[in-house]
Nanobody, 124 residues
Framework: QLQLVGSGGGLVQSGGSLRLSCAAS????????IGWFRQAPGKEREGVSC????????NYADSVKGRFTISRDIAKNTVYLQMNSLKPEDTAVYYC?????????????????WSQGTLVTVSS
């Protein structure tokens, strides 16, 4: 059974950092791109970042470029999202999901096996 479990959310002050984790089971990261998404209250779910199945390609939303870094640990079968210089507008529920490929502007509907959400709250 393919499963992704997200964790690492919390409350942080503006300018602070958090690291989210997305642990995969039932498949290995070598066979799936993994994306991070977020959904703020009253807004649509949006893509934040994605890493390819080879790990050699990453993509970021313009709003997080230079602040967020996606990475993975094959041995732990886990993808991370390091979030630095957090802003109140980063407040949202964050999800991870899998897809065969990863590219800029990719539709959210390409992704499946969604994790449960993890809440990130950035106070001003």
């Amino acid at each position: 059974q393919l499963q992704l479990v997200g964790s690492g959310g919390g409350l942080v002050q503006s300018g602070g950092s958090l690291r989210l984790s997305c642990a995969a089971s039932g498949f290995t990261l070598d066979y799936s791109a993994i994306g991070w998404f977020r959904q703020a209250p009253g807004k649509e779910r949006e893509g934040v970042s994605c890493i390819s199945s080879s790990g050699g390609s990453t993509n970021y939303a313009d709003s997080v470029k230079g602040r967020f870094t996606i990475s993975r640990d094959i041995a732990k079968n886990t993808v991370y999202l390091q979030m630095n210089s957090l802003k109140p507008e980063d407040t949202a529920v964050y999800y991870c999901a899998g897809a065969p490929t990863c590219y800029s502007g990719q539709p959210v509907t390409d992704f499946g096996s969604w994790s449960q959400g993890t809440l990130v709250t950035v106070s001003s």
